[in-house]
Each structure stands twice: as C-alpha cells, then as structure tokens.
C-alpha cells in the first residue's frame, strides 16, 4: 500500500516552461487535493476534487488546471510556469470530502517546484 | 469556516509535557476542530479531531472547553521526534468541506 505518491520530488523550469505535477493514490479515495507551501505560510488550497470528473478550486487556483479521469489520479498541471509558482506542493487524499467522513487528509511527500 | 488562534512557537523539554493551545471563538455549532502536524519538509499528519467532547488517541488528547471556543492539544511525553508544526483547524459539519491550513505552531522539543 504505497498511500500517496507524488512525482517528480523536485523540479527546475524556466519562466514559460509547461509541467505537469503527478499525484496518485490506491487507497480508492473520492477525494483528493492540491496545496502550495510557502517559506513561513501555511499550506493554500489549489484545486480540489471530490470524484472522478468532478474538480473544483480552491484559495489559490490562477496558473495552475487539473483533471479528475480517474479515482487514483489526480494531475497538476502549469501551463507557463512564473517565478511566483516556486513552491512546495503537496497532494492529499481523503476517503470523502463529506464532513461525516473522519476528515483525516493523507499527504503525500511533496513536489518542491522551482521557476526561474 | 472559523478562523483559529495559535501562539507562533512553543518549547517543552523532552519527556514532559507539550500542551498547545487553540482559539476559536467564532466556531460555531457543526464545526469540528481537527490537529495535524508536519514535521520538517513532509507532508502534513493527521492527530485527532472533536466536535465537543474530550478525545484522546495514541498520539495525543483533544481537550475542548465547555464553550468550544478554545482547545488544547495534549502530547503527554513530548520526544525529540515531535518537534513539529501544528495546525489547529475548524471544519463545518455539513456538505462538502476542506481544510484550511493557517500558519500553525512551531513546537520545539528539547533534550
């Protein structure tokens, strides 16, 4: 049971650059979310999603897209990555984003992103 | 959701201890309060959560006050391993719902 896994760990791109950040999850979790972290910040939501094909955003959205194909993935994507997009970013998954549900979130490692 | 209070750092010597406290004056009554915690450089871990009454797993107890406008986070033999971020968070009860981090507090946990 790998829990989350978010790939690449670290990445460098130049100002413009397109990425995508891979997150996916075998706990057959509904929901599953994208956060940014900042030297000194808490973490901001991004985009989330509460099933497949269902995504919505979150605190923080301009710059980045997601799409919800399937239960396990869900992918981050930058389509002209700026300076400001430097971040830290984590994927977490919940068994439901319903409040009955324990709200325990599950994180990933993280992907620390730099634009130059 | 309601905004919480945190004190920015902490410290507790190793062995004791580690009560870290919560504000959150405006919960209201569907709100539960949840802890995480993120150790350096990983991502954030699950403590405990509560809507009103005392919890306690066995990571730590959830002391919540009869008003619910304030809570504390109980490690009860505090390690150098729990040194740690820890983020006190309120969430509604009804629908969907995420969580929302704030800046949290910074416990240090010393020999």
């Known amino acids: 049971n790998a829990g989350v896994t978010q790939t690449p760990k670290f990445q460098v791109l130049k100002t413009g650059q397109s990425m995508t950040l891979q997150c996916a999850q075998d706990m057959n979790h509904e929901y599953m979310s994208w956060y940014r972290q900042d030297p000194g910040m808490g973490l901001r939501l991004i985009h989330y999603s509460v099933g497949a094909g269902i995504t919505d955003q979150g605190e923080v959205p301009n710059g980045y897209n997601v799409s919800r194909s399937t239960t396990e993935d869900f992918p981050l994507r930058l389509l002209s990555a700026a300076p400001s997009q430097t971040s830290v970013y984590f994927c977490?998954?919940?068994?439901?984003?319903?409040?009955?549900?324990?709200?325990?979130?599950?994180f990933g490692e993280g992907s620390r992103l730099t634009v130059l | 959701d309601a905004k919480t209070t945190q004190p920015t750092s902490m410290d507790c010597a190793e062995g004791r201890a580690a009560n870290l406290p919560c504000n959150h004056s405006t919960i209201s009554g569907n709100e539960y309060v949840y802890w995480y915690r993120q150790i350096h450089s990983q991502g954030p871990q699950y403590i405990i959560h509560g809507l009103k009454n005392n919890e306690t797993n066995e990571m730590a107890s959830l002391i919540i006050t009869e008003d619910r406008k304030s809570s504390t986070l109980i490690l009860p033999h505090a390690t150098l391993r729990d040194t740690a971020v820890y983020y006190c968070i309120v969430r509604a009860y009804s629908g969907y719902s995420t969580l929302t981090f704030g800046k949290g507090t910074m416990l240090l946990v010393s020999p």
């Open positions: 977490a998954s919940s068994y439901s984003a319903r409040v009955s549900d324990t709200g325990e979130l599950f």
